[in-house]
């Protein structure tokens, strides 16, 4: 269980692998005057990293983080903060 949970708006930069104890994925992201660096399992030696484009997604699960402006923004872990777990959503099942 993390911490803290919450959603990152920003702009793609990079992304480069790093190998620790597991094989992460490490993006670079910009948002605002901050740039962030987020660690992404992946499944593959290679450093590449599977992704998933969900067609059709309801659009109003977004809502309450639609609006937010470029940076990281807290989300309490409720169902109205707008943190979602999408791996575990029907639409995101592969």
């Known amino acids: ?22 094989l992460h994925a ?3 992201i910009n ?5 962030y660096q987020a660690a992404v399992d992946v499944n593959e030696p290679n450093g ?3 992704y998933q484009i969900l067609d059709n997604l309801d659009l ?4 309450p983080v639609s609006p937010l402006a470029s940076g990281w923004h807290h989300l309490d872990s409720n169902p109205t903060s707008g943190f979602r777990t999408l ?6 099942a592969m």
């Open 31 to 35: 948002a605002g005057s901050v740039q």
């Open 26 to 28: 490490v993006l670079t």
């Open 87 to 92: 791996g575990g959503h029907p639409k995101a």
């Open 60 to 63: 109003k699960l977004l809502t």
């Open 48 to 50: 590449l990293f599977q």
């Open 1 to 22: 269980m993390l911490p803290a949970y919450g959603v990152l708006v920003g702009e793609y930069v990079s992304s480069t692998r790093e190998q620790g104890k597991w």
